[in-house]
Protein backbone atom coordinates (compact mmCIF):
# COMPACT_ATOMS: atom_id res chain seq x y z
CA UNK A 1 0.00 0.00 0.00
CA UNK A 2 1.33 3.39 -0.84
CA UNK A 3 1.47 5.79 2.06
CA UNK A 4 -0.54 8.33 0.34
CA UNK A 5 -3.09 9.24 -2.54
CA UNK A 6 -2.74 12.42 -4.32
CA UNK A 7 -5.90 13.41 -6.64
CA UNK A 8 -5.24 16.40 -9.08
CA UNK A 9 -8.80 17.60 -10.44
CA UNK A 10 -7.98 18.96 -13.76
CA UNK A 11 -10.10 21.18 -16.23
CA UNK A 12 -8.51 23.01 -18.67
CA UNK A 13 -5.33 23.25 -16.41
CA UNK A 14 -2.60 23.37 -18.77
CA UNK A 15 -1.12 26.40 -18.15
CA UNK A 16 -0.51 25.22 -14.46
CA UNK A 17 -0.75 21.78 -14.25
CA UNK A 18 2.49 20.96 -14.49
CA UNK A 19 3.84 23.33 -11.49
CA UNK A 20 1.16 21.14 -9.21
CA UNK A 21 2.33 18.08 -10.50
CA UNK A 22 6.40 18.40 -9.77
CA UNK A 23 5.58 19.89 -6.34
CA UNK A 24 4.40 16.03 -5.63
CA UNK A 25 6.76 14.62 -7.59
CA UNK A 26 9.19 14.53 -4.55
CA UNK A 27 6.94 11.88 -2.62
CA UNK A 28 8.41 9.23 -4.93
CA UNK A 29 7.01 5.82 -4.91
CA UNK A 30 5.74 6.02 -1.55
CA UNK A 31 2.63 8.56 -3.26
CA UNK A 32 0.37 7.80 -6.31
CA UNK A 33 -0.57 10.73 -8.05
CA UNK A 34 -4.05 10.54 -9.77
CA UNK A 35 -4.73 12.77 -12.24
CA UNK A 36 -8.30 13.51 -13.48
CA UNK A 37 -8.55 15.20 -16.73
CA UNK A 38 -12.47 16.10 -16.74
CA UNK A 39 -13.58 16.41 -19.78
CA UNK A 40 -10.63 19.20 -20.99
CA UNK A 41 -10.98 20.86 -24.23
CA UNK A 42 -6.63 22.33 -24.25
CA UNK A 43 -3.72 20.15 -23.76
CA UNK A 44 -4.49 18.88 -20.11
CA UNK A 45 -5.32 15.26 -21.24
CA UNK A 46 -1.96 15.12 -23.30
CA UNK A 47 0.06 16.72 -20.84
CA UNK A 48 -1.08 14.26 -18.00
CA UNK A 49 -0.71 11.02 -20.45
CA UNK A 50 2.84 12.23 -20.80
CA UNK A 51 3.43 12.89 -17.33
CA UNK A 52 2.01 9.01 -16.87
CA UNK A 53 4.29 7.28 -19.33
CA UNK A 54 7.55 9.30 -17.70
CA UNK A 55 6.44 8.13 -14.18
CA UNK A 56 4.74 4.84 -14.51
CA UNK A 57 5.04 3.40 -11.16
CA UNK A 58 3.66 7.30 -9.59
CA UNK A 59 1.04 8.39 -11.73
CA UNK A 60 -1.64 7.25 -13.59
CA UNK A 61 -4.64 9.34 -15.44
CA UNK A 62 -8.87 9.43 -15.36
CA UNK A 63 -10.40 11.13 -18.59
CA UNK A 64 -13.63 11.24 -18.29
CA UNK A 65 -16.91 13.27 -19.14
CA UNK A 66 -16.75 16.82 -17.87
CA UNK A 67 -18.84 16.68 -14.45
CA UNK A 68 -17.06 19.31 -12.38
CA UNK A 69 -14.27 19.32 -9.25
CA UNK A 70 -16.51 17.18 -7.17
CA UNK A 71 -16.54 14.43 -10.08
CA UNK A 72 -12.65 14.63 -10.13
CA UNK A 73 -12.29 14.50 -6.16
CA UNK A 74 -14.81 11.69 -6.60
CA UNK A 75 -12.95 9.82 -9.26
CA UNK A 76 -9.82 9.66 -7.08
CA UNK A 77 -10.87 8.26 -4.25
CA UNK A 78 -12.90 6.01 -5.78
CA UNK A 79 -9.23 4.97 -7.14
CA UNK A 80 -6.91 5.97 -4.72
CA UNK A 81 -5.00 2.60 -2.88
CA UNK A 82 -2.68 5.11 -0.23
CA UNK A 83 -3.46 4.96 3.15
CA UNK A 84 -4.22 8.60 3.38
CA UNK A 85 -6.15 11.07 0.76
CA UNK A 86 -4.81 14.38 -0.52
CA UNK A 87 -6.67 16.62 -2.57
CA UNK A 88 -4.26 19.30 -4.31
CA UNK A 89 -5.93 21.17 -7.03
CA UNK A 90 -4.55 21.97 -10.01
CA UNK A 91 -3.74 25.34 -9.60
CA UNK A 92 -2.22 25.09 -6.28
CA UNK A 93 0.99 23.58 -5.35
CA UNK A 94 2.85 21.79 -2.27
CA UNK A 95 6.07 22.62 -0.81
CA UNK A 96 8.91 19.81 -1.41
CA UNK A 97 10.35 20.03 2.03
CA UNK A 98 7.26 19.93 4.37
CA UNK A 99 6.05 17.42 2.02
CA UNK A 100 9.16 14.97 2.89
CA UNK A 101 8.70 16.15 6.43
CA UNK A 102 5.37 14.58 6.47
CA UNK A 103 6.24 11.60 4.97
CA UNK A 104 8.83 10.79 7.19
CA UNK A 105 6.09 11.84 9.50
CA UNK A 106 3.97 8.87 8.36
CA UNK A 107 6.96 6.34 7.49
CA UNK A 108 7.67 6.48 11.92
CA UNK A 109 3.39 6.10 12.15
CA UNK A 110 3.39 2.86 10.39
CA UNK A 111 7.16 1.48 11.54
CA UNK A 112 5.55 1.44 14.77
CA UNK A 113 1.98 -0.06 13.80
CA UNK A 114 0.02 3.65 14.51
CA UNK A 115 -2.29 5.74 12.26
CA UNK A 116 -4.36 8.25 12.85
CA UNK A 117 -7.92 9.38 10.67
CA UNK A 118 -7.09 12.75 10.15
CA UNK A 119 -3.30 14.69 9.47
CA UNK A 120 -3.97 19.02 9.79
CA UNK A 121 -1.26 20.92 8.01
CA UNK A 122 -1.09 24.62 7.25
CA UNK A 123 -1.70 26.11 4.21
CA UNK A 124 -0.58 29.64 2.71
CA UNK A 125 -2.97 31.99 0.95
CA UNK A 126 -0.66 32.49 -2.15
CA UNK A 127 -0.79 35.92 -4.14
CA UNK A 128 1.74 34.74 -6.27
CA UNK A 129 1.22 37.38 -8.93
CA UNK A 130 1.39 40.23 -5.82
CA UNK A 131 4.27 38.45 -4.27
CA UNK A 132 2.44 38.29 -0.90
CA UNK A 133 1.21 35.90 1.36
CA UNK A 134 -0.39 34.74 4.70
CA UNK A 135 -0.38 32.01 6.57
CA UNK A 136 -2.78 29.98 8.02
CA UNK A 137 -1.85 27.73 11.17
CA UNK A 138 -3.30 25.87 14.01
CA UNK A 139 -0.66 26.14 16.80
CA UNK A 140 -3.34 27.57 18.96
CA UNK A 141 -6.06 24.75 18.64
CA UNK A 142 -3.86 21.61 18.21
CA UNK A 143 -1.15 20.49 20.22
CA UNK A 144 1.63 19.51 17.89
CA UNK A 145 2.62 16.36 16.81
CA UNK A 146 0.59 14.74 19.10
CA UNK A 147 -2.06 12.32 18.44
CA UNK A 148 -5.26 13.24 20.01
CA UNK A 149 -9.42 13.66 19.72
CA UNK A 150 -11.87 16.04 19.49
CA UNK A 151 -12.41 16.89 23.08
CA UNK A 152 -8.27 18.06 23.12
CA UNK A 153 -9.70 20.99 20.53
CA UNK A 154 -8.82 24.32 21.74
CA UNK A 155 -10.89 27.35 20.54
CA UNK A 156 -10.72 28.58 16.71
CA UNK A 157 -9.50 32.18 16.00
CA UNK A 158 -12.16 33.95 13.60
CA UNK A 159 -10.47 33.16 10.65
CA UNK A 160 -9.33 29.38 11.37
CA UNK A 161 -11.20 26.70 9.91
CA UNK A 162 -10.33 23.49 8.44
CA UNK A 163 -10.69 23.67 4.79
CA UNK A 164 -9.83 21.09 2.03
CA UNK A 165 -6.03 22.39 1.72
CA UNK A 166 -5.45 21.85 5.24
CA UNK A 167 -6.64 18.37 5.63
CA UNK A 168 -5.43 14.89 5.05
CA UNK A 169 -7.59 11.86 5.51
CA UNK A 170 -7.02 8.58 6.06
CA UNK A 171 -8.84 6.88 2.90
CA UNK A 172 -11.13 4.79 4.80
CA UNK A 173 -12.57 7.00 6.90
CA UNK A 174 -13.46 9.29 3.82
CA UNK A 175 -15.15 5.67 2.37
CA UNK A 176 -16.49 4.84 5.84
CA UNK A 177 -18.05 8.67 5.64
CA UNK A 178 -19.87 7.92 2.21
CA UNK A 179 -19.12 11.67 1.44
CA UNK A 180 -19.52 11.57 -2.30
CA UNK A 181 -19.20 15.21 -4.07
CA UNK A 182 -22.49 16.47 -6.25
CA UNK A 183 -21.29 17.06 -10.00
CA UNK A 184 -21.28 20.11 -12.20
CA UNK A 185 -20.97 22.45 -8.62
CA UNK A 186 -18.61 24.57 -7.21
CA UNK A 187 -17.57 24.85 -4.19
CA UNK A 188 -17.64 20.99 -2.95
CA UNK A 189 -14.80 21.21 -0.83
CA UNK A 190 -17.03 22.58 1.80
CA UNK A 191 -18.09 19.05 2.10
CA UNK A 192 -14.79 17.40 1.85
CA UNK A 193 -13.94 19.51 4.80
CA UNK A 194 -16.84 18.63 6.94
CA UNK A 195 -19.03 15.54 6.26
CA UNK A 196 -16.40 13.20 7.28
CA UNK A 197 -15.32 14.40 10.45
CA UNK A 198 -17.63 12.78 12.52
CA UNK A 199 -16.13 9.49 11.38
CA UNK A 200 -12.24 11.00 12.80
CA UNK A 201 -11.72 9.48 16.17
CA UNK A 202 -8.03 10.55 16.07
CA UNK A 203 -6.18 12.98 14.44
CA UNK A 204 -2.55 14.82 14.63
CA UNK A 205 -1.51 18.30 13.88
CA UNK A 206 1.61 19.01 12.36
CA UNK A 207 3.09 22.66 11.92
CA UNK A 208 4.07 22.63 8.55
CA UNK A 209 3.45 24.89 5.72
CA UNK A 210 2.38 22.19 2.71
CA UNK A 211 -0.35 23.47 1.16
CA UNK A 212 -0.30 27.08 -1.43
CA UNK A 213 -3.43 28.06 -2.37
CA UNK A 214 -2.86 30.09 -5.30
CA UNK A 215 -5.40 33.57 -5.21
CA UNK A 216 -5.27 36.01 -8.41
CA UNK A 217 -7.20 34.17 -11.11
CA UNK A 218 -9.58 36.48 -12.32
CA UNK A 219 -11.97 33.04 -13.14
CA UNK A 220 -11.32 31.57 -9.94
CA UNK A 221 -14.08 30.33 -7.98
CA UNK A 222 -13.59 32.10 -4.76
CA UNK A 223 -13.44 35.72 -6.73
CA UNK A 224 -15.55 38.04 -5.55
CA UNK A 225 -17.67 38.65 -8.80
CA UNK A 226 -17.43 34.53 -10.01
CA UNK A 227 -18.75 34.05 -6.71
CA UNK A 228 -22.23 36.09 -7.65
CA UNK A 229 -22.82 34.65 -10.49
CA UNK A 230 -22.40 31.23 -9.21
CA UNK A 231 -24.45 32.36 -5.97
CA UNK A 232 -26.95 29.28 -6.50
CA UNK A 233 -24.15 26.63 -6.65
CA UNK A 234 -22.69 28.15 -3.45
CA UNK A 235 -26.68 27.95 -1.70
CA UNK A 236 -26.85 24.32 -2.67
CA UNK A 237 -23.80 23.73 -0.74
CA UNK A 238 -24.59 25.74 2.58
CA UNK A 239 -27.51 23.66 2.51
CA UNK A 240 -26.16 20.45 2.27
CA UNK A 241 -23.36 21.48 4.89
CA UNK A 242 -26.18 22.71 6.88
CA UNK A 243 -27.70 19.07 6.46
CA UNK A 244 -25.02 16.45 6.35
CA UNK A 245 -24.90 15.86 10.37
CA UNK A 246 -27.11 14.79 12.98
CA UNK A 247 -25.85 17.77 15.15
CA UNK A 248 -28.70 17.35 17.92
CA UNK A 249 -26.65 13.57 18.67
CA UNK A 250 -23.69 15.05 18.27
CA UNK A 251 -23.85 17.82 20.69
CA UNK A 252 -24.17 15.11 23.03
CA UNK A 253 -21.45 12.36 22.28
CA UNK A 254 -18.56 15.17 20.49
CA UNK A 255 -19.73 18.65 21.72
CA UNK A 256 -16.63 20.08 20.70
CA UNK A 257 -16.70 19.21 17.50
CA UNK A 258 -20.65 20.07 17.40
CA UNK A 259 -19.67 23.53 18.45
CA UNK A 260 -16.84 23.64 15.48
CA UNK A 261 -19.28 22.10 12.99
CA UNK A 262 -21.90 24.91 13.79
CA UNK A 263 -19.55 27.27 13.32
CA UNK A 264 -18.70 26.29 9.75
CA UNK A 265 -21.90 26.39 8.98
CA UNK A 266 -22.26 30.02 10.25
CA UNK A 267 -19.46 31.36 8.25
CA UNK A 268 -20.82 29.44 4.69
CA UNK A 269 -24.47 30.99 5.74
CA UNK A 270 -22.57 34.67 6.00
CA UNK A 271 -20.70 34.35 2.63
CA UNK A 272 -24.22 32.83 0.95
CA UNK A 273 -26.09 36.27 2.40
CA UNK A 274 -23.35 38.34 2.09
CA UNK A 275 -22.86 38.04 -1.40
CA UNK A 276 -26.31 38.07 -2.02
CA UNK A 277 -26.74 41.39 -0.66
CA UNK A 278 -23.98 42.44 -2.86
CA UNK A 279 -25.93 41.24 -6.35
CA UNK A 280 -28.65 43.48 -4.67
CA UNK A 281 -31.55 42.14 -6.60
CA UNK A 282 -34.87 41.32 -5.27
CA UNK A 283 -34.51 38.07 -6.39
CA UNK A 284 -31.36 37.62 -4.57
CA UNK A 285 -32.85 39.27 -1.85
CA UNK A 286 -35.41 36.31 -1.80
CA UNK A 287 -32.75 33.89 -2.06
CA UNK A 288 -31.45 35.36 0.63
CA UNK A 289 -34.95 34.95 3.36
CA UNK A 290 -35.21 31.26 1.25
CA UNK A 291 -32.13 29.86 2.23
CA UNK A 292 -32.67 31.07 6.32
CA UNK A 293 -35.45 29.13 6.30
CA UNK A 294 -34.40 26.24 4.77
CA UNK A 295 -32.05 26.08 7.75
CA UNK A 296 -35.20 27.08 10.27
CA UNK A 297 -37.49 24.69 8.71
CA UNK A 298 -34.74 21.78 9.09
CA UNK A 299 -33.19 23.01 12.47
CA UNK A 300 -35.00 25.51 14.62
CA UNK A 301 -32.11 24.99 17.08
CA UNK A 302 -29.66 25.52 14.79
CA UNK A 303 -31.97 28.76 12.97
CA UNK A 304 -32.35 30.21 16.35
CA UNK A 305 -28.32 29.69 17.39
CA UNK A 306 -26.98 30.92 14.20
CA UNK A 307 -29.38 34.39 14.19
CA UNK A 308 -28.56 34.99 18.26
CA UNK A 309 -25.54 33.48 18.94
CA UNK A 310 -22.42 33.79 15.12
CA UNK A 311 -21.54 36.31 12.96
CA UNK A 312 -23.78 34.35 10.44
CA UNK A 313 -26.98 36.60 12.13
CA UNK A 314 -25.05 39.99 11.71
CA UNK A 315 -25.39 39.04 8.05
CA UNK A 316 -29.34 38.82 7.82
CA UNK A 317 -30.07 42.24 9.84
CA UNK A 318 -33.27 43.85 9.14
CA UNK A 319 -33.58 46.70 6.69
CA UNK A 320 -31.42 48.90 4.32
CA UNK A 321 -29.43 50.05 7.67
CA UNK A 322 -28.65 46.26 8.21
CA UNK A 323 -27.33 45.38 4.93
CA UNK A 324 -25.18 48.62 5.07
CA UNK A 325 -23.59 47.55 8.40
CA UNK A 326 -23.29 44.17 7.51
CA UNK A 327 -21.48 45.28 3.81
CA UNK A 328 -19.50 47.32 5.68
CA UNK A 329 -18.19 44.83 7.87
CA UNK A 330 -17.47 42.61 5.10
CA UNK A 331 -15.14 44.77 3.56
CA UNK A 332 -13.23 44.99 6.52
CA UNK A 333 -12.68 41.60 6.91
CA UNK A 334 -11.91 41.38 3.32
CA UNK A 335 -8.74 43.48 3.73
CA UNK A 336 -7.84 41.97 6.74
CA UNK A 337 -7.98 38.59 6.23
CA UNK A 338 -6.98 38.42 2.23
CA UNK A 339 -9.28 35.50 1.50
CA UNK A 340 -10.06 36.73 -1.94
Known amino acids: MKDITFTIPCYNSQDYMERCINSLLVAGEKAEI ?56 SDDWLDQRELKKLLGKIGQW ?35 NKICGWKDMKHFRPSQYLVMHSLIYRTEVLRRS ?57 I ?10 DLERMRIHNPKLAEYLIRNISIMMAISSIHLLLIGTSEALRKREMLWNYVKNHDRRLYDFLRRRTVSGLTYLPGKAGAGLTLAGYKVAQKLYQFN
Open 110 to 144: NRAGRSVDLIICNYIYDHLYEKRAKRMGYQNVFCE
Open 236 to 245: RVTKLVSACT
Open 34 to 89: IIVDDGSTDQTGAIADRYAQQYPKIIRVVHQENGGHGAGVNAGLALASGKYFKVVD
Open 178 to 234: GVKLPRHTFYVDNIFANQPLPYVRSLCYLNLDLYHYFLGREDQSVNEKVLMQRIDQQ
